[in-house]
């Protein structure tokens, strides 16, 4: 481990600079209390919030009752698991049973959901401490929290620079120690390229792996929940916790995760030996920036020198994976935000006893969703429409398939497959929202494993103009151990990435 | 040429329900424009024996017994609501005037 490896995973002085593994260690020992921990975040909190708004909301006190509950659990002589007692920030687009949950959306301000999310329930089953609620582009559709109804998270790398989207404050929550772990969910990338912007570690397991109740639905055959870290075993951990089958999502996979702790364990021993890591052929020279490919190459050449071995793949269809995802991704989302129409939750406007339903509808969706969501629903609306329907959606959804061909056929040959996540660095403020596609070309890596539906993890590899870069390690469906290894044995080569003190 | 007009843009807005503003509508048909050129690469494949994905989880018919369950109470659900009258939600008028 380097010298910064070390410090996060501490014994340090400072709790919150510890990681989620050594935290619920300690708070299992009796050797912190889980109030403790949770006061040494919420002071935290407290000192950086305002310079990096990685939260909308923040529930102090429900976080010290759930902390004081598992000190008395623990007390009583109750065994409180791995995780119990450790803070945990949940992105804002799961329902929390009587917390504000917002989507990052006007549309739903000031709404207090009538139930908990799977995820949430886990959690607090699991004896986690839910300190708050986090930023997110609207709806979940960005890579920057630019499109965020309520403003921007910042990089703890860089306060002038995005922390990625739309998840962009579950990363920026945990790369700035306002929290050990987070929840955050992937779509297009939504937890894997903020993590890759932020030093963090994202994970997006298997589609259907985790539980889809209780998040609020943008594409719904590609919305996965995950967790976000900054050790791999933690981001291990904390997925055990949130995964595994739940009869309240027809989706949901009716099988158990793999055992995703003992696979990162077992990759921090830095024995890669056997391991076949694929470079996909279509991606090389393919819009990365040239210190994003340093980094990656080189993490790429540390891995084979702990026992991997590099095979070329190729997956001819993978260029079309972004038309297609935006093409899928948008249609679902025209579908599933009709419900947003000012009746049963949420805003209305304009409901002066002389307008319509329909006016009322209308106007209340205009003044509630922001530009991109409306950019999505109309773009999605277009490629279901009568005349388009074969020619967009139709083609997109065979183009999934031969995605998916393409992929199997690769996983013939390696065991995992290795990328950037990313194709740049945290960007600036302002430097994709005039043309909406330049920001789409963030998802460029990340897209082909949530068409497909296999996992993938972003993990820290290198720094380029003194900006994190991530690795993305993709494994078949239902392998979400092979991913961990993996990570785990690059994070035990290259150690982990501090952001400077904020 | 441009792959959708500032008409059609305004067809799906309202198709969508969404009052957009004239200035929202100059904006988008351009960006839409942008984007849907870009996304009709999906044009390029040869896909047509290619059996569509809708989903990758291949599964069907998940089903259960058909047991009455718990569901939330009737407060809760409607504590949520913009207007409620009667234990019910509120709506505005759905028929014109005129109808």
């Given at each position: 481990m380097t010298e910064q490896g070390n410090r996060a995973a501490g014994p340090d002085a400072d709790l919150t600079r510890w990681s989620a593994a050594e935290l619920g260690r300690a708070i299992?020992?009796?050797?912190?209390?889980?109030?403790?921990?949770?006061?040494?975040?919420?002071?935290?909190?407290?000192?950086?919030?305002?310079?990096?708004?990685?939260?909308?909301h923040v529930d102090g006190e429900g976080a010290l009752a759930a902390a004081r509950s598992v000190d008395s659990r623990r007390a009583a002589g109750q065994a409180v698991g791995p995780l119990g007692g450790v803070p945990v920030a949940v992105k804002d687009v799961l329902v929390t049973r009587g917390i504000p949950t917002t989507c990052g959306s006007r549309i739903l301000e000031n709404?207090?959901?009538?139930?908990?999310?799977?995820?949430?329930?886990?959690l607090r089953d699991a004896g986690l401490v839910m300190l708050g609620k986090t930023n997110m582009d609207e709806f979940a559709m960005g890579s920057?929290?630019?499109?965020?109804?309520?403003?921007?998270?910042?990089?703890?790398?860089?306060?002038?620079?995005?922390?990625?989207?739309?998840?962009?404050?579950?990363?920026?929550?945990?790369?700035?120690?306002?929290?050990?772990?987070?929840?955050g969910t992937d779509t297009g990338g939504s937890i894997r390229q903020p993590g890759a912007v932020t030093g963090t570690v994202g994970a997006k397991p298997t589609y259907g792996g985790t539980s889809r109740y209780g998040l609020i639905a943008f594409s719904s055959s590609l919305d996965t929940p995950g967790p976000v870290a900054r050790t791999v075993e933690d981001a291990a951990l904390l997925h055990a916790v949130i995964g595994g089958p739940d009869p309240r999502d027809s989706t949901s996979i009716p099988a158990p995760v793999p055992d995703v702790v003992a696979a990162a364990r077992?990759?921090?021993?830095?024995?890669?030996?056997?391991?076949?890591?694929?470079?996909?052929?279509?991606?090389?020279?393919?819009?990365?920036?040239?210190?994003?490919?340093?980094?990656?190459?080189?993490?790429?050449?540390?891995?084979?020198?702990?026992?991997?071995?590099?095979?070329?793949?190729?997956?001819?269809?993978f260029r079309y994976a972004l038309p297609a995802y935006y093409l899928i991704a948008p249609s679902e989302c025209s579908s599933n935000l009709a419900r947003f129409d000012g009746v049963r939750y949420g805003l209305r406007v304009g409901d002066d006893g002389t307008r319509s339903l329909e006016e009322v509808m209308s106007l209340t969706r205009d003044r509630g969703f922001g530009p991109e969501v409306k950019r999505r629903i109309m773009l999605g609306t277009y490629a279901l429409s009568a005349g388009y329907?074969?020619?967009?959606?139709?083609?997109?959804?065979?183009?999934?398939?031969?995605?998916?061909?393409?992929?199997?056929?690769?996983?013939?040959?390696?065991?995992?497959?290795?990328?950037?996540?990313?194709?740049?660095?945290?960007?600036?403020?302002?430097?994709?929202?005039?043309?909406?596609y330049q920001m789409y070309l963030a998802d460029l890596y990340t897209i082909p494993s949530n068409?497909?539906?296999?996992?993938?993890i972003s993990v820290p590899c290198g720094l380029s103009e003194g900006l994190p870069v991530g690795l993305q390690v993709m494994a078949p469906t239902m392998a979400d151990d092979r991913m961990y290894r993996v990570a785990a044995a690059l994070e035990s080569t290259v150690g982990l990435f501090t952001p400077p003190e904020l | 040429m441009a792959a959708i007009s500032?008409?059609?843009?305004?067809?799906?807005?309202?198709?969508?329900?969404?009052?957009?503003?004239?200035?929202?509508?100059?904006?988008?048909?351009?960006?839409?424009?942008?984007?849907?050129?870009?996304?009709?690469?999906?044009?390029?494949?040869?896909?047509?024996?290619?059996?569509?994905?809708?989903?990758?989880?291949?599964?069907?018919?998940?089903l259960r017994e058909d047991v009455v369950q718990p569901c939330l109470p009737r407060e809760d659900v409607l504590a949520g609501a913009p207007d409620v009258a009667e234990d019910r939600f509120r709506v505005p008028r759905i028929l014109d005037e005129e109808e």
């Open positions: 299992g020992a009796g050797e912190v209390s889980a109030e403790e921990v949770t006061r040494a975040h919420l002071d935290r909190i407290a000192a950086v919030e305002a310079r990096v708004h990685a939260s909308l709404w207090l959901p009538p139930y908990d999310a799977t995820v949430v329930e886990r920057s929290t630019e499109y965020s109804a309520f403003g921007p998270s910042y990089n703890p790398w860089d306060l002038s620079r995005i922390p990625g989207g739309s998840g962009g404050g579950s990363a920026a929550a945990v790369a700035g120690c306002e929290a050990p772990l987070a929840i077992q990759g921090a021993s830095g024995d890669l030996t056997g391991v076949r890591l694929g470079l996909v052929k279509e991606f090389a020279g393919e819009g990365a920036e040239p210190g994003v490919s340093a980094a990656v190459r080189d993490a790429i050449e540390a891995l084979t020198k702990l026992g991997a071995e590099v095979v070329e793949v190729s997956c001819p269809h329907y074969d020619a967009y959606y139709g083609q997109a959804q065979k183009v999934r398939t031969l995605i998916s061909r393409d992929f199997a056929a690769a996983f013939a040959a390696a065991d995992v497959l290795v990328a950037p996540t990313t194709p740049f660095v945290a960007f600036p403020f302002g430097a994709r929202t005039s043309d909406p068409l497909y539906g296999g996992p993938a | 500032r008409a059609e843009v305004a067809h799906l807005a309202h198709l969508a329900r969404l009052a957009v503003t004239d200035e929202e509508l100059d904006t988008f048909a351009g960006q839409l424009d942008v984007i849907l050129q870009s996304v009709a690469r999906v044009g390029e494949v040869a896909a047509d024996d290619i059996p569509p994905t809708s989903h990758s989880v291949p599964l069907t018919n998940v």
